[in-house]
Nanobody, 116 residues
Framework: QVQLVESGGGLVQPGGSLRLSCAAS????????VNWYRQPPGKQRELVASITGGGSVNYADSVKGRFTISRDNAKKMGYLQMNSLKPEDTAIYYCNVMRSAAYDYWGQGTQVTVSS
C-alpha cells in the first residue's frame, strides 16, 4: 500500500520560510511526478508546484520566485521550500505523487499558517 507522509508545516510570520517534506513509499520513485497542492480556508484545492522524474518544474504564478520544488529520488523524498511567505499562503498543503490516472496518491496534508 502506498503511503505519503508529509512534514514541515507550522506557524510562521510573514516573510518567513518553511520547508515541507514528503516521504513516498512507492517503487521506482524516479518515474513518478511529485506535486504539491494547497487548499486555503474556504477555497478549492490548487496546484502549487510540480516536478517530473527528470527534474523539470512548474509553478503557480502566485508562488514563482518564492517557492522551490525539489526531489531526492534515492531517498524517495519530495520537498517544497517556501520563502517570503505571505498570509495568503495559509492553507493545508498536500503532497501528491502520480504516474497515471490509475496511480495517483495523496498525503494527509500539513497545515501552514502565515500570521503575525
Amino acid at each position: 500500500q502506498v503511503q505519503l507522509v508529509e512534514s514541515g508545516g507550522g506557524l510562521v510570520q510573514p516573510g518567513g520560510s518553511l520547508r515541507l517534506s514528503c516521504a513516498a513509499s512507492v517503487s521506482f520513485f524516479s518515474i513518478w511526478f511529485v506535486n504539491w497542492y494547497r487548499q486555503p480556508p474556504g477555497k478549492q484545492r490548487e496546484l502549487v508546484a510540480s516536478i517530473t522524474g527528470g527534474g523539470s518544474v512548474n509553478y503557480a504564478d502566485s508562488v514563482k520566485g518564492r517557492f522551490t520544488i525539489s526531489r531526492d529520488n534515492a531517498k524517495k523524498m519530495g520537498y517544497l521550500q517556501m520563502n517570503s511567505l505571505k498570509p495568503e499562503d495559509t492553507a493545508i498543503y498536500y503532497c501528491n505523487v502520480m504516474r497515471s490516472a490509475a496511480y495517483d496518491y495523496w498525503g494527509q496534508g500539513t497545515q501552514v499558517t502565515v500570521s503575525s
